[in-house]
């Protein structure tokens, strides 16, 4: 019991400190760019000459941020206004833009609770979900593309509906992180080693893709990650794939029966215990399966996942648990957890990416939507232990197929199913 309690001690020191990295190098584009005295789109605007109306005065210097996501929705509703897209006497809806859609707060807060759900369940499609909502169900996409392929308002409203997605993902991972933590269902120096490799891609995508995709490209390649996801799931499934992962069924069983003699959370057998940490090999076991994994591996997986994930304003949990249960073989009561806490990773550094480059977020929205992300994100970890490992997967490709088959035809070929 002593030995135990030192390593949750030893593991929650790690767990701070690699947070508290993540936060740090989160903010280190925005604190680059201010430092190298490169002009910003902010300070642009300072320097530009006086208009006429404001001659001899001189704009009060504001936080960069403030500054910078003003001026970006500013131009854009101007742009707008000008190629006679908006009509400014309309009243305001999303974003504060006149005529923008207002969404049904009711409809917001259910679809965020079945957000939460969804993603502290299977550890994944949380941002997919999120995306569904906000462009189809909310009607969030549709307004974005009736400003035209390449326009300011057009690429800004994609922006946004891709950090609301992340803020949305980022809550529900951090609490079900936390939960899965407290029932002994996270695999840390695997998380640690995914979220290491994701912060560099959480970085480098938002810095290089912010106000240049189009909305009707951003469904399009959202469409082919997440079918062709589903079809690689499908054949995981199938029985072939499945007699290769021998250890993840075993604990799965396990698990499985634990759960059934309701001693899923107090048997000592039913949490991850740390075996040996090393630079080559970390070993641990879970219901009395011993497993292994080189971290180098989910190193480099980590980056290309969160590079994949930023592009496209989602958590990255649909490519994280492929990845941890097929290169890993982690059963999916360890995988959901595993991949929660690797996706908090960056979705805290690539929102605040997206927030210092200027992308506007619509609070009155986001804020109702989080508290339903709260509920659906608690209840999941604890609901998720009931419903059979194959059942968790089948869930997943259903979900996988429909969105994928939808936004494909949507973004390449101009043809919705709804």
Known sequence: MMLMFRKNIWCGKLLAIFMLTACLLAS?????????????????????PPSAAGAGTVKPTSMPTQVDTADRLKTAIASA????????????GFLGIPGAPNVNMVLAFCWAVWVGWIFSSVGAFGGVMASVGHISVFGLGEYAASFGKGTPMNKLVTDS??????????????????????????????????????????????????????????VG?????????????????????????????????????????????????????????????????????????NPYMPVLGGFVVAAVASFLGVGG?????????????????????????????????????????????????????????????????????YLPDIWLKRLFILVAFIVGINYVLRGFFGVRLW
């Open 28 to 48: 280190a584009p925005a604190g680059a760019a201010m430092q190298s005295g490169e002009p910003t789109q902010g300070s642009l605007m300072e320097a530009a």
């Open 81 to 92: 206004t000008a190629a006679g897209k908006i009509d400014s006497s309309a009243a305001t």
């Open 161 to 218: 509906i891709r950090v609301s997605n992340q803020w949305l993902v980022g809550t529900s991972s951090l609490i079900s992180s936390f939960k899965y933590w407290t029932l002994g269902r996270i695999v840390l120096p695997l998380g640690i080693a995914l979220g290491t490799g994701s912060l560099v891609g959480s970085i480098l995508t938002p810095i290089l893709t912010q106000g240049k995709i189009s909305f009707r490209d951003y």
């Open 221 to 293: 390649y959202f469409g082919v990650f997440v079918l062709g996801l589903g079809c690689y799931l499908l054949y995981e499934t199938s029985p072939a794939a499945r007699a290769k992962k021998k250890k993840a069924a075993a604990a799965a069983k396990a698990f499985e029966e634990a759960s059934k003699n309701h001693a899923g959370n107090a048997a000592a057998g039913t949490r991850v215990t740390i075996v040996s940490v090393g630079l080559k090999r970390v070993v641990f076991t879970f219901c009395g399966v011993e497993f292994s994994f």
């Open 317 to 385: 949990g649909f490519l994280l648990v492929p990845l941890l249960t097929s290169i890993a073989q982690l059963p999916m009561y360890l995988a959901a957890g595993t991949s929660a806490f690797a996706v908090l990773v960056g979705m805290v550094t690539s929102i605040s990416t997206f927030m210092f480059g200027g992308t506007p977020v619509y609070w009155p929205l986001i804020g109702l939507e989080l508290v339903g992300i709260v509920i659906g994100s608690w209840v999941g970890p604890i609901t998720a232990k």
